[in-house]
C-alpha cells in the first residue's frame, strides 16, 4: 500500500524560510514522478513542483521559481520542497502526489493525473 506522508508545515513570517518533506513507502519509485501541490481557503488546489525520481528533472511553477527548490533523496525515499522568502500568498495546505511517468507529466496532467496523494501539511505565512 502506497504511503505518502508529508511533514514540516508550520506558522512562519514573510520573508522566511520552511523546508517540507515527503516520505514515501509502499512501493518502489524509481519510475514515478513526485509533485508538491498546495491549495489555500476557497481556491483551487494548484501544481507547484515536480522532479522526476530517476534523473531529477524539476518543474516549478512561475510564482515560486528562484524561491523553492524540490528535490529528492533515493536512500531515504523522501522528496522535499525548500521554500525561501515565503509570502502570505504562500500560505496553503501543500500535499505531495506520485504519478508513472517524468515530471513533466505532473505539470500537463495537474491534479487529476495524480495517482497518490498525501493528508497534507498547512503553512501559515505571516505579513
Known amino acids: 500500500q502506497v504511503q505518502l506522508v508529508e511533514s514540516g508545515g508550520g506558522l512562519v513570517q514573510a520573508g522566511g524560510s520552511l523546508r517540507l518533506s515527503c516520505a514515501a513507502s509502499?512501493?518502489?519509485?524509481?519510475?514515478?514522478?513526485m509533485g508538491w501541490f498546495r491549495q489555500a481557503p476557497g481556491k483551487e488546489r494548484e501544481f507547484v513542483a515536480a522532479?522526476?525520481?530517476?534523473?531529477?528533472?524539476?518543474y516549478y511553477r512561475d510564482s515560486v521559481k528562484g524561491r523553492f527548490t524540490i528535490s529528492r533523496d533515493n536512500a531515504k525515499n523522501t522528496v522535499y520542497l525548500q521554500m525561501n522568502s515565503l509570502k502570505p500568498e504562500d500560505t496553503a495546505v501543500y500535499y505531495c502526489a506520485a504519478r508513472r511517468g517524468p515530471g513533466s507529466t505532473v505539470v500537463a496532467a495537474g491534479y487529476d493525473g495524480m495517482e497518490y496523494w498525501g493528508k497534507g501539511t498547512l503553512v501559515t505565512v505571516s505579513s
Open positions: 522532479i522526476t525520481w530517476i534523473g531529477g528533472s524539476t
Open positions: 509502499g512501493r518502489t519509485f524509481g519510475s514515478f514522478a
